[in-house]
């Protein structure tokens, strides 16, 4: 047991019908998704199947609670801090629910009650970014997903859920999977539009974060300006930074968001590099990568490109077109820089 520890422990239960992960298995799944930053103890209590999860740092915990849920094997562990309240419910846990598909006419403050009782639960820490409505909300186990809702016929306004692990494809508990299901014989259906109808339940209740993808495009913009280049004493590069976020639900759903920014960058930054210079600790390489990462609306982006090298590729390009594209006595090119982030959506069943 770690010292004076009491504050640093959440606890844990599975949400099944059948038999829930080992101990080893668990333990070893969630040591692997937390990547803790300090030591964890884990502990089995009694026969109720509970987990006490006891961290030596306290930014561990919360980092936990921030990210749920989670799952092992696919089942649900519902997990609860016990200092919150003397009576733990392990029915009801924490999702975190986009909506996708309201139309910009409701994306609106105003609708946001509408949206919660719809919803159902307790929806905490509403966000409205990037034209998306995203919840947390308390949800009740010991019912079925809610798959969303018609706003008018045949327009039917999806939820999809982060991280969820198995549900049923037939009536949407999260208990047990389809094989399994012994409420209905027929998956839950529901109209998809005059003629036909569609399942209710299936994998595109997911949001499939799996499916999201970066891409960086620099093109030479058609916005030329020359005539500022009568006033410069040095040559740069004048670059519209523009991040597109992108969520492509099905061919005739994609929703996009535009953010610009822009920044002079003199083109002596590329004349310091010599082919041994570590490009990251370039002042090339610096400024632009401040430049993306100090601006962009996206909050994973840094996490995306790691190491990857796309910043590097990029003071490469920047390096080509100054060779390609600049007279000797220009002074002046506009640059345009796309970062598109890209969500695929598993389209409903149609
Ligand atoms: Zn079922």
Redesign the pocket.
Known sequence: MFDNSSSHRLVGKFFTNSTPPSFEETEKSLRQQWNLSGDMIVQKQGDNDTFLFEFRQKNDKVRVLDNLPFNVNGVILVIKDPNSSSMIDFTVATLVVFVVGLPWCLSTKEYLPTLESLIGGNATDITFTDGLFCFFVEVDLKK?LKAGFYIEENQFVEFKYSQLGDF??????ID???T?????RVHKERALNATSRTHVYGPWLRDSFSEKCFELVLNKSQNGARECEKSLSYAQFFIELEFNNVFICNPKFESRTKSTHRFRFPCSYLDTETEHTDFTTSKAYKVIRDEIYENTPFSDLAEFFGNRGEIGSLVEQLKLTKKNEFCCDDMWLVLNLQINRTTMLMPADR
């Open positions: 079925p049923c494809y037939k009536c949407g508990m047990h999977v389809e399994s299901c012994d409420r209905v």
